[in-house]
């Protein structure tokens, strides 16, 4: 008896590790939509999971890393929440589509307007960034989760390669390989021309679609003028047949 009440007691010991640690594996993250390549632009989701039962998450705080600036990053709206891009001067200048910039976006906030993220919710925080650097394989971003206790979660840990995930880290952003064209002009040249090839061939088809009817025309007009040729013959074969049978009469 004695033995079986201590397996049930490391049963319930178990459980409970495995349920106090389970919050570990749900952290704030950033994930593109696509790919993003460096040195082009990318669409980026922030997802933030609420790891609390008795507390909502109220607001997100994004820094973004200043070794590898960003001059752009545009947010996508999102209900309930207010947005703050904050931009800040730069040390040292760094060149986008030939001119040279001089600040760049520091960080994001989103703050709360009504409940927030609610125990068992996460959201996703959308941006559009750009330029991104073609000269690091990743981005790291420090995040800032607060909630409505006061409560303050940095995400702020850079993982390292080789190592355990550390306890709270950062967001990380893995950059693809730079593509031909940064702007994906290339892309749009190809649509373009597949575009114009398409027009080209639709204008032919509906030329020979138009012609069709014309020939079909063409050639009821002239058997119309033949049959109407043979019934007017027809007819004055008649009107004189029918003269001589009243002469002979």
Do not use: C
Not at 44 to 54: C, H, I
Not at 133 to 153: G, I, M, W
């Amino acid at each position: 008896m004695k033995v079986s009440r201590i397996a049930a007691v490391g049963a319930l010991a178990g459980s409970a590790v495995l349920v106090l640690s389970g919050p570990a594996f749900a952290h704030v993250s950033v994930a593109a939509e696509g790919t993003a390549a460096k040195g082009g632009y990318a669409t980026v989701n922030f997802k933030v999971p609420n790891e609390r039962d008795n507390a909502s998450t109220t607001k997100v705080e994004v820094n973004f890393p200043t070794d590898h600036p960003l001059a752009s990053a545009q947010p996508e709206a999102v209900p309930g929440w207010k947005i703050e891009v904050t931009r800040a001067k730069l040390d040292k200048p760094i060149e986008l589509h030939g001119e040279q910039i001089d600040e760049a976006v520091s960080k994001v906030t989103w703050t709360a307007t009504g409940k927030g993220i609610e125990p068992g919710y996460f959201q996703k925080f959308p941006l559009s960034l750009g330029q991104l650097p073609e000269d690091t394989d990743e981005l790291v971003f420090k995040a800032l989760q607060t909630y409505s206790n006061k409560e303050v979660v940095r995400w702020i840990e850079v993982p390292q390669k080789g190592q355990e995930e550390p306890e709270h880290p950062a967001p990380v952003l893995a950059l693809s390989a730079a593509s031909g064209d940064h702007h994906g002009s290339s892309t749009a040249a190809s649509d373009e021309s597949e575009d114009a090839k398409n027009a080209k061939d639709a204008e032919a088809t509906s030329k020979e679609t138009a012609a069709e009817p014309a020939d079909s025309s063409d050639t009821t007009a002239r058997v119309l003028a033949v049959v109407g040729i043979v019934v007017g013959a027809a007819g004055v074969a008649y009107g004189v047949l029918a003269g001589r049978r009243r002469t002979e009469a």
